[in-house]
T-cell receptor, first 113, second 114 residues
Framework: AQTVTQSQPEMSVQEAETVTLSCTYDTSESDYYLFWYKQPPSRQMILVIRQEAYKQQNATENRFSVNFQKAAKSFSLKISDSQLGDAAMYFCAYREYGNKLVFGAGTILRVKS | DVKVTQSSRYLVKRTGEKVFLECVQDMDHENMFWYRQDPGLGLRLIYFSYDVKMKEKGDIPEGYSVSREKKERFSLILESASTNQTSMYLC?????????????FGPGTRLTVL
């Protein structure tokens, strides 16, 4: 079964600075999808960014970008110009067969003002 | 906006009680999912459904069952609640089977079993 590992239980960043959250996964498939989800303290989970494995170009959404290294099975999330509203739990997820998602354990991001 | 709602934000039940958690989505999505979220374990899939009256087991189905009688509603049932089922339960929905389709989540139900 596929697994997703987030090795950083907690991270802190100063407002306006850049932070990178790590994610690695294990799969034998060649075509798949990866996602980063954000769960603010209010608990409603929302999608931050997605990456299709067959696309070599790294996905970008405003201040959020990914570093997708397919050979290394690594999918890190970079948040630039961090804002107080970025404070949340972040989950990396892998889409396997049937649109099911496998999630990592999550990384709590704290933003300091 | 896609909206996924769950019947309760907080719920307290006694051991042995039958518990129903309801989830409703308003975007005509085919797929619906139930997860439980525990610290250090992330989200784990309990059950999912691709269509009305259809269900498939996820990674941790033991002690749970589900019902999907209407497309917009997906219920999670704890037949006899136990203390180890104290957790946050998240419902999600998504359209079709395309890999890029994101899942939309409800606000969650914090269940405590005493």
């Amino acid at each position: 079964a596929q697994t997703v590992t987030q090795s950083q239980p907690e991270m802190s960043v100063q407002e306006a600075e850049t932070v990178t959250l790590s994610c690695t996964y294990d799969t034998s498939e060649s075509d798949y999808y990866l996602f980063w989800y954000k769960q603010p303290p209010s608990r409603q989970m929302i999608l931050v960014i997605r990456q299709e494995a067959y696309k070599q170009q790294n996905a970008t959404e405003n201040r959020f970008s990914v570093n997708f290294q397919k050979a290394a099975k690594s999918f890190s999330l970079k948040i630039s110009d961090s804002q107080l509203g970025d404070a949340a739990m972040y989950f990396c997820a892998y889409r396997e067969y049937g649109n099911k998602l496998v999630f990592g354990a999550g990384t709590i991001l704290r933003v300091k003002s | 906006d896609v909206k996924v709602t769950q019947s309760s934000r907080y719920l307290v039940k006694r051991t042995g009680e039958k518990v129903f958690l309801e989830c409703v989505q308003d975007m005509d999505h085919e797929n619906m999912f139930w997860y439980r979220q525990d610290p250090g374990l992330g989200l784990r899939l309990i059950y999912f459904s691709y269509d009305v009256k259809m269900k498939e087991k996820g990674d941790i189905p033991e002690g749970y069952s589900v019902s999907r009688e209407k497309k917009e509603r997906f219920s999670l049932i704890l037949e006899s609640a136990s203390t180890n089922q104290t957790s946050m339960y998240l419902c999600a929905s998504s359209p079709g089977t395309s890999g890029t389709n994101e899942q939309f989540f409800g606000p969650g139900t914090r269940l405590t079993v005493l």
